[in-house]
């Protein structure tokens, strides 16, 4: 295992091309469990791919333990690396299979069986371990990959791109759940690539939110959802993502298309000494919603009161902004006029979309 330091790391893959990832120090520690999360197209599998020694970064170095492997390959980094579709032997039995990584670095036989055998129950694969690969479905096959990637001791990090993108949704989950199992129970640092919010959300301690090949934030799941550092991580984490509106400071209070929402007075002051478009965001979940008008509640049209079962999700036209709220499934809502609260702890305000603090 290792400590993993990226220092003043950037690519082009054209010389004088568009940059996919644009300089940035970055550290793993050894032993975390992380998910790079973005959209195509981010620069997450590209950074991944530096990691791994798959590609060599146009600028900046990287360090394993504070050892310079820039201008090594995957070999010389004792990587392991798992890919998006299944990389495995399909004339092999699912045994040979995940030996394979251990029998070519000459692990003894016996010790190549006890941990064969160890990964295989990890992931549900004991009752097949004499089957051939060809045989299986692509679950299970990509079940064999994970495993390929887990069955040697002696890796610096395992770095997943995507790995779960063939899965069916139920396999996704309970895989997910048995990764993080995994990960607890042998310590070795994981990095998951993936575009997905809940699969990130749910496997990893702490996640870098990529954006047009930049990195806008790294934190724990809840930092993600309770404290945004971007509009675009308010944006893409959040099922709906964050209510953002451009506003103006008067006083302590932020005027979105004339209506006015209360802000803790110091935050409205740090806003008034700042130059820049000026954003308010609030999370659908902290919006309130009321029957009555009463100080600090702002008039809204309500247009739509969606029941999903477990929750409702409201949405209201405040001047010309749509607004998001999250509310309990008993909650008492209804098609019409109504009125709207943003509790000045969860109102955040944001300068050329990044966190005032």
Known sequence: MARIELREVGHAYHPGGPS??????????????????????????????????????SQGRVLFDGHDVTDLDPRGRNIAQVFQFPVIYDTMTVFDNL??????????????????????????????????????????????????????????????????TVINPHMKFLLRRKLKQV?????????????????????????????????VQIGSPQDLFERPAHTFVGHFIGSPGMNLFPCAIEGAEAKVDGHAIPLDPAYANRARQTNGMLQLGIRPEFVRYHLNAAPGRVAADIID??????????????????????????????????????????????VDGDVLT
């Not at 042998?186 to 496997?203: C, K, P, R, S, W």
């Open 20 to 57: 996919a990832l644009r300089p940035l120090n970055l550290t793993w520690d050894d032993g975390g469990a992380y998910a790079l999360l973005g959209p195509s197209g981010c620069g997450k599998t590209t950074m991944l791919n530096i990691m791994s020694g798959l590609v060599r970064p």
């Open 99 to 164: 030996a394979f990584p251990l029998r070519n670095r000459g692990i003894p036989d016996a010790e190549v069986t006890g941990r064969v055998v160890e990964i295989a129950e990890m992931l549900d694969l004991g009752d097949q371990l004499r089957r051939r690969a060809a045989g299986l479905t692509a679950d299970a096959k990509q079940k064999i990959s994970l495993g390929r990637g887990l069955v040697r001791t002696d890796v610096a990090a395992v770095l997943f791109d995507e790995p779960l």
């Open 305 to 350: 009161v969606q029941n999903l079962g477990i929750y409702k999700i409201l949405t209201a036209r405040m001047g010309g902004h749509l607004v998001r709220a999250k509310l309990e499934e008993g909650a008492d809502a209804m098609v019409g006029r109504g009125w709207l609260s943003f509790p000045p702890e969860w109102t955040r305000l944001y």
């Open 183 to 215: 990960h607890e129970k042998l310590g070795i640092t994981f990095i998951y690539v993936t575009h997905d919010q809940n699969e990130a959300l749910t496997f990893a301690d702490k996640v870098v939110v990529m954006h047009e090949g930049d990195v």
